[in-house]
């Protein structure tokens, strides 16, 4: 089975401008996480989808977003960049996101530069 | 609000020493518990899983971790590090009751000196 896949792996952005980034799940997954790793703050929970609807939200403005495709593919946005959202984002699925236990699979993530 | 604490922000260690990271989460309810480790340059990946039963969990290169509800602990131990075991080990909690919501703590960055 093919593991997490994200793109792209390395983007350099400035101020005030947008990025999308996507998030290929495990085959079969179909709830998708997304976390911000930062040196200062760590693993920041960003959003959950499963099966096209946002589950859970972390503590991050509105200029983050995301959204789920029926494949279960996601991507998430950010608008008005700031220097700030430089981190690696990563994507982490699931099998079926219930109560039940689940373990995240993790993606290599995304390494964002804002200039 | 869910919480995870690490005890440790970095810990040096010699070949063949042994190993304990701390680990607390705050919450109420019940709880599924991680340990996860990156390696310099590689993705996140489990080390080890606490969903019920018996609280001492092994998991992959021979680490353990060892869940005390009364302390709402769950720390992680190797009685003899190997140089390949420099990384970044978090710590994660999620509820059970909130689906795939896991709240990570900051991280203990474990060198291993040869």
């Known amino acids: 089975k093919a593991g997490v896949t994200q793109t792209p792996r390395y983007l350099i952005k400035t101020r005030g401008q947008q990025v999308t980034l996507s998030c290929s799940p495990i085959s079969g997954h179909r709830s998708v996480s997304w976390y911000q790793q930062t040196p200062g703050q760590g693993l920041q929970f960003l959003f959950e989808y499963f099966s096209e609807t946002q589950r859970n939200k972390g503590n991050f403005p509105g200029r983050f977003s995301g959204r789920q495709f029926s494949n279960s593919r996601s991507e998430m946005n950010v608008s008005t960049l700031e220097l700030g959202d430089s981190a690696l984002y990563l994507c982490?699925?699931?099998?079926?996101?219930?109560?039940?236990?689940?373990?995240?699979?993790f993606g290599p993530g995304t390494r964002l530069t804002v200039l | 609000a869910q919480s995870v604490s690490q005890h440790n922000h970095h810990v040096i260690l010699s070949e063949a020493a042994s190993l304990e990271l701390g680990c607390n989460y705050s919450y109420g309810g019940t709880v599924n518990l991680f340990w996860y480790v990156q390696y310099p340059g590689q993705h996140l990946q489990l080390l080890l899983k606490y969903f019920s039963g018996d609280p001492l969990v092994k998991g992959i290169k021979g680490f353990e971790a060892e869940f005390i509800k009364s302390k709402f602990s769950f720390n992680l131990r190797k009685p003899s590090v190997q140089w390949s075991d420099t990384a970044e080990y978090f710590c994660?909690?999620?509820?059970?009751?909130?689906?795939?919501?896991?709240?990570f703590g900051p991280g203990t960055s474990l060198s291993v000196i040869p």
């Open positions: 982490a699925s699931s099998a079926d996101g219930t109560r039940n236990p689940n373990e995240q699979f």
């Open positions: 994660a909690v999620n509820a059970k009751t909130s689906y795939d919501k896991v709240i």
